[in-house]
Structure formats: C-alpha cells, structure tokens
C-alpha cells in the first residue's frame, strides 16, 4: 500500500493515490488550472486530516469509561492507518507507562514478555520526548533499542510511537506497527502528534471520571496544594512546615491529664449553738466569719422574765423558811414536816430558775470561726427552744468536698493526689489526696455530679490557726477575739485538678467532641 498523509481517506475516483500534497504534478491545461488543482488537493488533504481527527475525538467521547474509549481508540488507529497492531499505554503521576490495550485482543497476558517489550518501547519513545520511527530516517534519534529488540528479525516491519501530553504531563502513549518499509512518513507522524494533542485530554478526562471519589478528592488536594504550595511560594511551604511540627508535637508529645472539678473547703466539725428556752435575743455578742475562744460569750436571751420568777422563789422561799421555824418552835412534828418539804421545793424551784438565767447567756463550745449567717440581724427576734441560732467551726481541720460530672467520675479513685487552687488565692495550690466517693450522683444546673471528700495534705490548717493566735497576741488582744483573719476559710470555693494518667495535647482537646459524638451515635445510630 502507497503511504499517504491522510490514510484510508476517500477520494474521487479519478484521482489517483500520492504520497504528498507538494508531489501533485501541473496538469496540462496550464498553470492556473494546475494551482487550482493544487489548491483543490491540499483542501481536500487538510479536510481528510481534520475529519480523522474529529472521527477518533467523537469516539472517545461516545464511549462510557477508560477501557472502552482506549479500545475504540486503538482499534480507529489500526483502521486507518492499516496497522498490522496499535497498543496504548497509559502513564501514572510519576510518567511511568502501564498497559493499556492493543486493539482487536480481548485478553492479554500483562505479563508476558511482549508486552513488557511494548511497555519498554513506549517508554524509550516517551524519554525521546517526541514521535520515534523505527527505523529512524537520518539517524536523528539515534539508537531505538527497545524498538529494535520489539521488531526483532521481522523483515520491512516500521514502529512508530508517539507520546501523549496535555497540560506538559504525560497522559498516555500509544504504538503503531507495519510492514512498509514507507510507512510513518514525516506528514503521517505529523498527523499522528495531532490526533495525539487532541485525544490526550479527553483520555485523562475519562481517567478521572473512571477514578473513586476519595481518589478524585486526593487529586483536587494535591493540585490545589501544588498552586498554593508550590516552588513559587516559599512562605506558604515555611507555614505548613510550622504547621505540621505543632500538628506533631500535639499528637506525640506525652502530657498529663487531669480531671477538673469545682471543690468547697468544709471544715471536719461543726458545732450548733440552740436556744435552750423559748423568749427573745436581747443582745448578739459575735458576727458571721468571727474568730471565737472556747467559753465566749455569743448571745444573751431576754432574762426580765426568768429574774422576775427567781424573785418570786426568792420570796417563795423566805415564807417557807419562816413556816418552818415557827413549826420547829411549836414541836408539832407534823407540821415541821410539811414546812420542811415545802422549803425544800421552793429552793429547788429556785435552782432551776438559776440554771435557766445561766443558760440565757449563750456560749461558744469551743473555740473556731462562726460560719452561720449573721445573726446580729435577729437581734430582739423571737427564738423557739431548739432554734439554731449559730455554728461554729473549728480553726483547723479543713477537707474538700470535690463536685464531679459523672463523664469523668470513673477516672477518679480514692487514694488519688490532687490539687487545689482556691479563688482567693490562685496563685497558691494546696495538696490533697481523695478519700472517699459518694455513690448517689446530685443533681443541679441540667448535670449530674458525684461528690468527692478529699483532705489537704500537711499541717495546712493547723498552722493558719497557729499563725491567727500569734498575730493576735502580736496585737495585744486575746487569740480567738477576731483580732486575725484566718488563712483558710470554711465556705472558700476553687478548682481541684486530679492527675488522670499520661495523654497528648490533641488526644485531650479531642476527648469532649469523641465523647459526645459517641453519644450522638448511641443515641440516634443504636
């Protein structure tokens, strides 16, 4: 067969086959009838080149994915340029060339020596970086020894391999063989690198539609990293560089966790003060927060009725003393009996009365801090027998009573060390170590806490108490008198902070969105 620039192309039928448009003799009618012959052929060459062109776009369009539109590719390559075989190739992202297909075999052996001679083939025309005939026309290519080991001892068999790029990245490439030794002439390979230009997009385009999501995904990532990130922004590759070493660090430098809680200082005892009797306050001695010594005066109950009564027994007991000597003097037995019994009620009335004028007077049990509400606001208010009327801690022994959510309750065990910065002082943590955990959760504010009793660690109290005493005697007054200001106060609320295990930065900062996520799965996912 005559190799032509545009092959299998009809043409008129009297119009003989020729190798090129140049090559188109005058015709004897003159010059003008011979360039408008000229004129005539090279359009209609250039429409034949363009309809193969358009033919082998429209069919890679018109198939439905990659291994369709490779072989009908081919196979319109074998066609019409009457090739004996046409194998494509596809490359990945780093140029390397995987089998594609060779046009009319269904199956093929990927593995088989073959097409490792192909692949090696391709692969030397693509390093080439242009079309490559075997054999090459004046040497200029130089040695093809992949294309001469394919051929082999086949006699008048002509290789071509022709590179496919779109976008200066290489898409695919593909091969033409036959038995000619004219074949692939320079217009034909110019041909060729045309319909290569042409079908190269549309070959990538079917590759990234026949591609997964996630691989698509991957792909827009990496292109949009190349444009942000790439050798043209040195800033931006420094910042991801920084951001990737804090990505690091957060996720594999060890730290300790905590489990954070609110926590009261309570004091170990309390003692109540009650009003023995029921009457009046008549006067408050002490306010709330006050510093107190054992035996103190606190308050006094109205006492103008208790005087009142002991002034009556006072009477009551002089008229019975007098009955009992006026009975003595007569000797009647009988009667002295009587005035005796009667005088020894009246003085027992006459105690009783006493002890309640003592007990009138309230005093404090021991020595400490009132810790109740003010209760010089109820001065002259009516009391009840039994009314609470002040309590009274001590001025050391403070334990912390820790309010935990129940998320992180199962991290907290007795014997665990912590500590506490309170809201007075935070600057200042205190040691404690938990000692029990209650097992009834409380409720308050839309959670549920546990309660956790915690105590200080070391002589905290008893030496603010220690120090209290000091500066009171430093300022002449009696220690207990309110002359200082304790260093712990009963009633001071801060944060607790339990060491909870070794995590990281991220593992922890992640833990809250993980639990509730886990949540909202359990809850709407089951």
């Known amino acids: 067969m005559t190799e032509t620039a545009c092959p299998r192309i009809r043409r008129a039928p009297d119009r003989p086959p020729h190798r090129d448009v140049d090559a188109v003799a005058p015709a004897k009618g003159g010059a003008g009838a011979a360039a408008a012959l000229v004129r005539a052929t090279r359009a209609e060459f250039l429409a034949g080149r363009q309809a193969l062109v358009l033919e082998i776009v429209a069919g890679l369009l018109d198939e439905p994915n990659l291994e369709r539109a490779l072989d009908a590719f081919a196979s319109t390559l074998r066609t019409r340029f009457d090739a004996t075989r046409a194998t494509v190739a596809l490359a990945s992202d780093d140029g390397t060339l995987t089998f594609g297909t060779i046009a009319g075999q269904a199956r093929v052996d990927t593995s088989s020596a073959e097409v490792r001679l192909l692949l090696d083939a391709m692969t030397e025309g693509t390093e080439q970086g242009t079309t490559a005939r075997y054999p090459a026309t004046g040497d200029r290519l130089g040695a093809l020894v992949a294309h001469r080991t394919l051929a082999g001892r086949r006699e008048d068999t002509v290789l071509v391999s ?40 549309l070959i990538g385009l079917h590759r990234v539609a026949g591609r997964g999501p996630l691989d698509r995904l991957g792909d827009d990532i990496g292109a949009l990293l190349e444009r942000r990130l790439g050798s043209s922004r040195p800033g931006g590759r420094f910042a991801v560089a920084i951001g990737a070493a804090t990505l690091a660090a957060l996720c594999l430098v060890p730290v300790e966790r905590h489990v954070v809680a609110e926590a009261e200082l309570v004091p170990q005892e309390r003692r109540l003060v009650t009003a023995p009797v029921s009457g009046y306050i008549e006067t408050v001695s002490v306010v709330a927060g006050e510093r107190v010594a054992e035996g103190q005066l606190l308050a006094r109950l109205d006492r103008r009725e208790l005087e009142l009564e002991a002034t009556r027994r006072d009477s009551e007991i002089g008229s019975a003393e007098a009955e009992f000597r006026s009975a003595m003097a007569s000797h009647d037995r009988k009667a002295t009996a009587v005035a005796r019994a009667r005088l020894s009620r009246e003085r027992t009335l006459r105690e009783l009365v006493e002890r309640r004028l003592e007990r009138s007077d309230l005093r404090a049990p021991i020595a400490g801090v009132v810790v109740s509400s003010d209760p010089a606001d109820r001065a002259g208010a009516p009391v009840t027998r039994g009314d609470t009327l002040f309590e009274i801690a001590p001025a050391s022994g403070y334990e912390v009573h820790l309010l935990v959510d129940e998320r992180d309750i199962r991290d907290v065990r007795a014997g ?17 170590d938990v000692q029990a955990i209650h097992p009834v959760a409380e409720s308050a504010d839309g959670a549920s806490r546990f309660r956790v009793r915690a105590e200080l660690l070391g ?8 120090a209290d005493v000091a500066l009171a005697r430093v300022d002449g007054t009696e220690p207990g008198l309110g002359a200082a200001a304790p260093a712990l106060r009963p009633g001071e609320r801060g944060t607790v902070r339990l060491a909870a295990g070794r995590t990281t930065i991220a593992a922890r900062l992640a833990r809250p969105v993980g639990r509730r996520l886990a949540a909202l799965w359990w809850r709407f996912g089951g």
Request: hydrophobic share 45%; no cysteine.
């Open 416 to 432: 665990q060390q912590g500590k506490l910065a309170l809201r007075a002082r935070p600057g200042e943590a205190l040691p404690l």
């Open 162 to 201: 022709v590179p496919m790029y779109h976008d200066g990245r290489l898409v695919a490439a593909f091969m033409l063989e036959r038995r000619d030794p004219d074949a692939f002439s320079a217009p034909t390979r110019d041909l060729l690198e045309r319909i290569a230009l042409a079908a190269a997009p």
């Open 459 to 466: 002589p905290v109290g008893d030496a603010s108490a220690s």
